[in-house]
């Protein structure tokens, strides 16, 4: 907890492995061995304020998609089964089959789908769970009931850290350790009940019927604006001296003056033991420390560059928990049933704890229990293998694409409705030279249709990137998969919009040349265009700067295509924008199709004849048959090329990390 610009999401994302390598000095340790980013990545599950899920799909689809990325090869009776337990414990049992809705279409309400983008990130049982804000933007009902089953989650055996901003009394009293940050540094931890008494041994007494936690706020606030800063308070901790007075304050001072709190690390536990130090005494802020292999993770000292964080040594957040403890009663619970433990909702599949891991070379998870206790394969970064991975994808996109036919369905009604356009304005072409320009004309206004028919595909992409960085920030599945799911996803649908295009023209036209390569330039040039327009819509931050990009694309390719200036007349520092242009393939190859013959297409003022092999050598183009299907390779190399872009961007610069 903290006011605006404490450093709660600063400290949390540090422990969560999500800032920059670089950027973060110090260490962090759990069970008292030091954990990589990686480490803690595969052990662990990071909410974050907003939720990335798919508005279309609804909740029961949405966790079963997350069982089969997280879950790995078990059977899907039994994915089904953690689903519906897991429906259950989050109180989405009369939302199940609710779309998760967005802005345009209706769906589950705000709290119901924090509970789902909760659900997504634990459904395979992480040993530690990072939550940013989860009740910001949530009525006091829906907050509450979001924090309830976050504790919940917490007494099944996981390990919950969260930052919150001005928690309810009623979401205060779930809470079991609290740490409050005020400009980067350490005001208070401790259990939230000794709060009024720390504040006591400041100096301070909490006014009647005001909340503690809240008052405390206020205290660090009003030094904060002082000119002693709130370094005044953080010292207090540290050693014990008490903050100087405020002039404007009044303060109500405790009779009896407390023993100094001594520095951390004097009350550090020695390493094996069991007991409490007693050696010393301890001041009930402090909260006592528990020795065990579960659940007993330290933060160690942890500075960030250019934010004064302050030294923090060891802290204890969440006490160990026995296996064996009974089934807890909450009086205040208003949910349906309680966790006896992990197992109640992953059944055969205990929450791995840090104790169950050891790490190799290679800083993998191996673990070190029976293989099928496990939730998944630890021993390796990810659930599935990259075939599964792929077909698991390829069916969330269809199903996507299912509910939300428009997308494609305006791209089919465009080629559609332009391609009649073009059959009825270009109909019976003359045998003459206008006849020659006017076919010209239609095969370069083709290209640039097929180009910009593809444009749309650049706010889709960057609204779906949100969640793939969700979803891969803890390896649910590969960028590679995630590629290659896209672009088999797409193939169906531009083979039926080339085909509904060249259909409607082919005869009106009187085209020439087979329609099978006709077919096949259309094609592969659409599919060329959409990887150009999906790698520069993973470049772009928003879709706004998308388009004016893919625009200024269109603009040069089209200038370079040989339409306005024939490849030879090209001066040669602009030479290379002809070979990269996207438009000079097929808009050669379709010439190359229409023209590769000694027919005669029309007449010369003078009389003389004009063959199709005279017009393409006048454009300076080849009229070896051979060149037609390198034109078509090019093309496919195109295509692949910017989908290797398109992966590697998605692969080492698409990460949720910060600097």
């Known amino acids: 907890m903290g006011p605006s610009g404490a450093g709660k999401s600063t400290l949390l994302d540090g422990l969560a492995g999500r800032i920059a390598s670089g950027s973060l000095k110090g260490r962090v340790s759990c069970d008292g061995t030091e954990m990589s980013p990686s480490l803690i990545k595969r052990t662990s599950a990071y909410i974050m304020q907003d939720d990335r899920l798919f508005p279309m799909l609804t909740v029961y689809e949405t966790l079963m998609f997350a069982a089969d990325f997280r879950l790995g090869p078990i059977s899907t009776a039994d994915k089904k089964q953690r689903v519906e337990k897991l429906i259950e414990q989050l109180g989405l049992s009369s939302s199940r089959n609710t779309y998760i809705g967005d802005e345009g279409n209706r769906g589950v309400s705000g709290g119901e789908r924090r509970r789902v983008s909760i659900g997504v990130d634990i459904i395979h049982g992480p040993s530690l769970l990072f939550l940013d804000e989860p009740t910001s933007g949530l009525d006091s009902t829906s907050a509450h009931s979001v924090i309830e089953k976050v504790h919940n989650i917490a007494r099944s055996g996981s390990t919950v850290i969260l930052t919150i901003h001005q928690p309810s009394s009623r979401i205060q009293l779930l809470l079991d350790h609290l740490i ?64 100087p007075k405020l002039s404007d304050e009044d303060v109500s001072v405790s009779t009896v003056a407390p023993t100094p709190p001594p520095p951390y690390g004097n009350h550090r536990q020695s390493e094996g033991s069991g007991k409490r130090r007693n050696d010393r005494k301890r001041l009930p802020l402090q909260t006592s420390i528990y020795e065990s292999n579960e659940f007993d993770h330290s933060l160690r000292s ?285 808009y050669e190859g379709l010439l190359m199709n229409q023209y590769q013959t000694s027919d005669i297409f029309g007449y010369a003022p003078n009389g003389d004849p004009i063959s199709g092999n005279s017009i393409l050598k006048s454009l300076n183009i080849s009229t070896q048959e051979s060149k037609k299907w390198e034109k078509v390779l090019v093309m496919l190399g195109w295509a692949v090329l910017y989908r290797i872009f398109f992966y590697i961007i998605l692969r080492f610069f698409s990460k949720n990390q910060r600097s």
Not at 219 to 240: K, P, R, T
Not at 359 to 386: C, I, R
Not at 554 to 573: E, K, R
């Open 180 to 243: 409050i940050l005020a400009r980067g540094q350490l005001m208070y931890r401790g259990s939230p009940k000794d709060v009024t008494l720390h504040l006591s041994q400041m100096g301070r007494k909490v006014p009647k019927g005001e909340n503690s936690i809240e008052y405390l706020i206020d205290v660090i606030q009003e030094y904060d604006q002082s000119e002693h800063g709130v370094e005044a308070l953080a010292q207090f901790l540290l050693n014990g001296t008490k903050p």
């Open 302 to 586: 942890a500075t960030w560059s250019g934010s004064n964080i302050g030294v923090v040594q060891p802290l204890r957040f969440t006490p160990s928990r026995q296996r064996n403890e009974k089934k807890m009663q909450n009086p205040m619970s208003s949910s349906p049933g309680y966790y006896i433990s992990s197992s109640e909702i992953l059944p055969y599949t205990p929450t791995p704890h840090s104790s169950d891991y050891s790490v190799n070379e290679n800083d993998y998870l191996t673990p070190s229990v029976a293989p099928n206790s496990m939730p998944y394969h630890l021993g390796s970064k990810f659930s599935n293998s990259f075939f599964k991975e792929t077909w698991i994808l390829m069916r969330r996109n269809f199903k996507n694409i299912k509910r939300t036919p428009e997308l494609f369905l305006s791209r089919l009604m465009v080629l559609t409705i332009m391609g009649l356009m073009m059959a009825t304005m270009f109909m019976n072409p003359k045998n003459n030279s206008q006849g020659i320009t006017n076919r010209l004309s239609f095969f370069i206004f083709t290209v640039c249709l097929f180009f910009f028919s593809s444009n749309d595909a650049v706010p889709a992409f960057i609204q779906e990137r949100f969640i793939f960085v969700r979803e891969t920030s803890h390896n649910a599945y590969r960028a590679s998969s995630y590629t290659i799911a896209g672009l088999i996803t797409y193939l169906p649908f531009l083979a039926l919009q080339s085909g509904v295009y060249a259909a409607i023209v082919w005869k009106a036209l009187k085209l020439q040349g087979p329609f099978s390569y006709f077919l096949l330039v259309l094609y592969v040039s659409l599919l060329s265009t959409n990887s150009f327009v999906v790698f520069v819509s993973s470049v772009v931050p928003n879709f706004i700067l998308g388009y004016a990009a893919v625009i200024a694309f269109t603009a040069l390719f089209f200038l370079f295509c040989g339409y306005f200036l024939n490849s030879h007349d090209i001066p040669m520092y602009w030479k290379w924008m002809n070979k990269i242009s996207n438009m000079t393939y097929p």
